[in-house]
Each structure stands twice: as C-alpha cells, then as structure tokens.
C-alpha cells in the first residue's frame, strides 16, 4: 500500500470531496500505475475512513476517465492512451501558440525577468531529481507566459487543462536523458518572446510540445 497516501482534512469539503482529490492527486502524479487496482477495502483501511466516501470518489474518477471499472475484477487505474495523450496535447499546442503571441505583444522587462529566474528555477530543480519539484517548476515556466499575456479566460482555460496534462507531464519529465533539452527549450522560447518575434515563439513552443508527445508515445508502446 502507498506510504505517501494519506487524507488532508478540509473543513471546507464533504469527506467524499476530500477522499475524491486525494486519490485523485495520486493517481495524476503517478503514486497509483494504470493498470493498478484500486481496493476499497484496503483504501479506506489506509486513509481511516469507511467504504462509502472511497466508492463515491471511485465513481467520479470513472467519470473523469482516470479510473476504469473492469468486470469481476473491479476498478483500476485508467490506462495511459495515445489518443488521450494527442488530444491534450492538440489542445495544449493551440493555447499556448495564442498565449505566444499575447506574450509577445505585452512584454516587459519585469516578465523578462520573471522569465528567466523562472528557467534559472527549473535547472537548480533538475539538479535535485525530484520528480515533483521539476514537474512545478516546469508548470510555473509556463504558467508565466500565460500570466503575461493577461488574458484571465485563457488562464482559466489552461488552468481546466492542467490536471488532465499533469500525467502525461510527470511520464516525460521522468526521462532524465531529456532534461537537457527542456532547458535548451525553455531558454530558447524565452529568448524568442524577447525579440518580440510571435512565429519564432510559436514555433519553438510548437517544437517543445512535439518533442513531449513523441517521448511520451515513444513510452507508451514501450511499456505495451
């Protein structure tokens, strides 16, 4: 059983909604596999709560598609897919090329900076190789373009996005052969936002979430 599960009590939330984002976060950093399943029993032994709170949670992962329901067998982690992954990122690709464009309209000395320290971030997180720590700070990299085009709805829209990109994120990032080359990435979308150049910003990102799905596809059939 996971160590590291345990429930967050929020005052705030039903026990169900608190149990729910629980597994939830689990599953989407990678703590629970596809393919792995999950007992309700045993879970709601390790996070000392009954049964009824770990079933409803079950039943509304199935409905996002992060947990399946295997006949006899019961519910198990969703599988990785390539369809998913292609659609996320499809969707990922035109955001961030219009977030490319507004950040290079509104830049700023101080969103150079913020830029910068932010590649300067994601190297010193490198060095440490936790998994985590990486997958933050190369979401705050990105969260940064968006926050200088100034565009709340755009925001919100990548916000929805993000949770349903976080697996497919931790499966690239895990590849330490590939790090070099997000940095190389990162520096080079930040020096094309500088230039205030949108096609070479569209590009570079266009580029940078490319390389992300054919290492991650390249994963998958892999593991098949």
């Known amino acids: 059983m996971h160590d590291n599960l345990k429930v967050n009590a929020n ?11 629980t597994l939830r976060k689990a599953i989407l950093v990678g703590e629970f596999k596809p393919g792995e ?32 329901m295997i006949p006899r067998k019961g519910a198990e982690v969703a599988s990785i897919t390539e369809k998913d992954l292609r659609d996320v990122l499809e969707v990922r690709c035109a955001l961030e090329e219009l977030a490319a464009q507004l950040a290079c309209e509104k830049i700023t000395e101080e969103g150079v900076v913020k830029l910068e320290e932010s ?18 700070k190369d979401v705050a990299f990105h969260d940064i373009i968006f926050q200088i085009g100034e565009n709340e709805r755009l925001i919100q829209i990548v916000n929805n996005l993000r949770e349903q990109m976080y697996r497919y994120r931790n499966e690239y990032i895990k590849d330490e052969s590939y790090h070099d080359t997000l940095i190389k990435e990162h520096e080079t979308i930040v020096d094309s936002i500088k230039k205030k150049d949108v ?19 390249k994963k998958l059939k892999l593991a098949n």
């Open 199 to 217: 096609e070479l910003t569209k590009q570079a990102l266009r580029s940078h979430i490319y390389h992300q799905e054919v290492n991650v596809i």
């Open 11 to 21: 005052e705030y939330l039903p026990l169900r909604d608190v149990v729910f984002q």
């Open 37 to 68: 399943r999950l007992m309700e029993i045993a879970l709601a032994d390790k996070l000392g709560v009954s049964r009824t709170p770990v079933r409803e949670a079950i039943r509304k992962l199935e409905l996002e598609g992060l947990v399946v």
């Open 119 to 136: 590649v300067e971030g994601f190297k010193k997180a490198i060095q440490t190789k936790d998994l985590t720590t990486i997958v933050e």
